[in-house]
């Protein structure tokens, strides 16, 4: 299962369209023209009122889809943030322009407060907190052997090793030494004119096709480091699928 929870997608896009769901409720329940109402809405001029009409929801829909550790806390902020708003409302002002808010944004509140009492749970919060529990974040992994140097940082000892599978986010390094799960080590392998050094973190000790070895998380020190791994694992996977076809197609008679 590659997609986020279907719960998640579904709260953040009545988040990021609430501004639309607000235009639509004000057409049903009163006499204006939609063209009436979008002018009066262009009327908004204090920043605030602005931010709270077009940005707050969306913002914190956004924030939901991202599940990670700062979008958690822009969509806790969000929703109290707006439960301030809507205590201390007054009436027919903006963003509403009536004697309450309205039902649609009631309702989401309602909502979200469930949610903030949902997610305050230590094992719900999780996803956001936890990259290995996000399953929808898994990337592919490429059974393929790549030489390998690696040493353990703070060691002086170089082992020659190999990769036996990769992804865009670690590898499994085949290793029979003493190892521990959170030791770090400094890692650097060739593959066609992609020359990789990264660190990475040991994540689990495990056997992979029988051999024993580290699944290791890489560490990477900036976004180029990120982008040309992404690269090089791009080629591994375009090689890799391009034997496999190779390997699948009938032999000529």
Same mark, same amino acid.
């Given at each position: 299962?590659?997609?986020?929870?279907?719960?998640?997608?579904?709260?953040?896009?009545?988040?990021? &369209?609430?501004?639309?769901?607000?235009?639509?409720?004000?057409?049903?329940?009163?006499?204006?023209?939609?063209? +009436?109402?979008?002018?009066?809405?262009?009327?908004?001029?204090?920043?605030?009122? &602005?931010?709270?009409? %077009?940005?707050?929801?969306? @913002?914190?829909?956004?924030?939901?889809?991202?599940?990670?550790?700062?979008?958690?806390?822009?969509?806790?902020?969000?929703?109290?943030?707006?439960?301030?708003?809507?205590?201390?409302?007054?009436?027919? +002002?903006?963003?509403?322009?009536?004697?309450?808010?309205?039902?649609?944004?009631?309702?989401?509140?309602?909502?979200? +407060? @469930?949610?903030?009492?949902?997610?305050?749970? !230590?094992?719900?919060?999780? !996803?956001?907190?936890?990259?290995?529990?996000?399953?929808?974040?898994?990337?592919?992994?490429?059974?393929?052997?790549? !030489?390998?140097?690696?040493?353990?940082?703070?060691?002086?000892?170089? &082992?020659?090793?190999?990769?036996?599978?990769?992804?865009?986010?670690?590898?499994?390094?085949?290793?029979?030494?003493?190892?521990?799960?959170?030791?770090?080590?400094? @890692?650097?392998?060739?593959?066609?004119?992609?020359?990789?050094?990264?660190?990475? #973190?040991?994540?689990?000790?495990?056997?992979?096709?029988?051999?024993?070895?580290?699944?290791?998380?890489? #560490?990477?020190?900036?976004? %180029?480091?990120?982008?040309?791994?992404?690269? @090089?694992?791009? #080629?591994?996977?375009?090689?890799?699928?391009?034997?496999?076809?190779?390997?699948?197609? !009938?032999?000529?008679?």
């Amino acid at each position: 299962m590659k997609h986020k929870p279907l719960v998640f997608i579904l709260i953040a896009v009545f988040h990021i &369209i609430e501004p639309l769901i607000k235009i639509a409720y004000f057409k049903v329940t009163t006499p204006f023209s939609l063209s +009436t109402i979008i002018s009066n809405i262009g009327q908004i001029s204090n920043a605030r009122e &602005i931010f709270e009409f %077009w940005f707050l929801f969306p @913002m914190a829909g956004i924030a939901l889809l991202g599940v990670k550790r700062w979008s958690y806390s822009i969509f806790f902020g969000a929703q109290i943030y707006s439960i301030y708003s809507h205590l201390t409302y007054e009436q027919y +002002t903006w963003p509403y322009v009536s004697e309450v808010p309205f039902v649609s944004s009631l309702a989401l509140l309602f909502i979200n +407060t @469930m949610i903030i009492i949902y997610f305050a749970l !230590p094992e719900v919060r999780k !996803p956001f907190f936890d990259r290995s529990v996000r399953w929808w974040e898994t990337r592919t992994r490429y059974s393929m052997q790549l !030489p390998l140097v690696f040493k353990f940082i703070g060691k002086e000892e170089i &082992i020659n090793s190999h990769v036996l599978n990769i992804s865009q986010t670690g590898a499994f390094i085949k290793y029979k030494g003493v190892a521990e799960v959170g030791d770090k080590v400094k @890692m650097e392998l060739t593959y066609k004119e992609f020359n990789l050094k990264v660190h990475a #973190q040991v994540k689990a000790l495990h056997a992979c096709g029988g051999e024993r070895g580290l699944g290791v998380h890489f #560490q990477f020190g900036n976004i %180029w480091e990120n982008l040309f791994v992404r690269r @090089m694992v791009s #080629q591994i996977g375009h090689d890799h699928k391009a034997a496999q076809k190779a390997l699948e197609m !009938p032999n000529a008679a």
